[in-house]
């Protein structure tokens, strides 16, 4: 990732740490809490049990799925190109005795981390958008992985991409196909294609997907748009689009 890409996230880190109380509270009390319900459950059927499972988490950002992963029984490494984000998820987790491994690492090489390591790699909403080179990244993830491990991620589902989302009414402002990038620091808006074509060519079997909405009181839900009525596509038309994507496939 471009020194933009740190340089944003360490900026910004300390005042997107300040609000995560409330959440970390929720997050111990029912872990899977940090996962939408169809990702939690292509966790669940691949590990029924996560106890002794090694998980990796890169680009963790606000570190929800880690600390989820941790209390969940997994051994987890935690993994973000800013130094900042690291110190201060490393800080929650320090406070509460959480015995979480935390590497400044970036998702584009992983240099730090060894091949056939992990049980499962998992990405969360909002990690594809500073990727330069998906199919690079995918191919780390892969290598990151023992035989038979899993990556299972969800995200932005690409069809919002297009879409000015600061706009209550659904406007468009960018052909589908163009895949940026766009502004200072480069963010990229990939189509599904790509992220499927990346995953495939970089040796992942893909196993499942799920296509799906936010439900009410999810932890990860930029669907502020309405209030009462943003679950309703008669009365806010966003919620007759899909908005995220999930993937699990194994190696």
Same mark, same amino acid.
């Given at each position: 990732m471009s020194d933009a890409v740190i340089d944003s996230w360490d900026n910004r880190s300390d005042e997107y740490f300040i609000n995560v109380e409330a959440d970390i509270k929720r997050i111990k009390?029912?872990?899977?809490?940090?996962? $939408?319900? $169809? @990702?939690?459950?292509?966790?669940?059927? +691949?590990?029924?049990d996560l106890h002794g499972?090694?998980?990796? @988490?890169? /680009? /963790?950002?606000?570190?929800?799925?880690?600390?989820?992963? #941790? =209390?969940?029984?997994?051994? @987890?490494?935690?993994?973000? *190109?800013?130094?900042?984000?690291?110190?201060?998820?490393k800080?929650?987790?320090?406070?509460?005795?959480? &015995?979480? +491994?935390?590497? !400044?690492?970036?998702?584009m090489n992983l &240099? !730090?981390?060894? &091949?056939?390591?992990? &049980? =499962?790699?998992?990405?969360?909403?909002?990690?594809h958008v500073w990727i330069h080179d998906l199919l690079k990244m995918y191919g780390h993830f892969?290598?990151? =992985?023992?035989s038979g491990g899993s990556y299972i991620m969800f995200e932005t589902h690409p069809f919002d991409r297009p879409f000015d989302t600061n706009n209550q009414? *659904? @406007?468009?402002? +960018?052909?589908?196909?163009?895949?940026?990038?766009?502004?200072?620091p480069?963010?990229?808006?990939?189509?599904?294609?790509? *992220?499927?074509?990346?995953v495939i060519k970089a040796g992942f079997i893909l196993e499942h997907m799920?296509?799906? #909405?936010?439900?009410?009181?999810? !932890?990860?839900?930029w669907w502020d748009r309405y209030e009462e009525e943003k679950f309703d596509w008669n009365q806010n038309p966003w919620a007759a689009l899909p908005q995220w994507i999930g993937i699990s496939a194994a190696k």
């Open positions: 009390e029912e872990p899977s809490w940090a996962f $939408p319900r $169809p @990702v939690y459950a292509m966790i669940r059927e +691949k590990f029924p499972k090694r998980v990796l @988490v890169p /680009s /963790s950002g606000g570190n929800e799925a880690v600390y989820a992963f #941790h =209390l969940l029984g997994a051994k @987890v490494t935690s993994a973000d *190109i800013s130094e900042r984000q690291i110190f201060n998820a800080n929650i987790a320090d406070s509460n005795g959480w &015995d979480i +491994k935390f590497l !400044c690492a970036d998702s &240099d !730090c981390i060894n &091949d056939g390591e992990y &049980d =499962l790699v998992y990405t969360s909403n909002g990690v892969h290598r990151a =992985l023992r009414e *659904i @406007v468009i402002i +960018k052909p589908y196909e163009n895949v940026g990038p766009f502004g200072n480069p963010t990229y808006a990939w189509r599904i294609q790509d *992220i499927f074509n990346s799920e296509e799906f #909405h936010p439900e009410i009181g999810d !932890c990860d839900s």
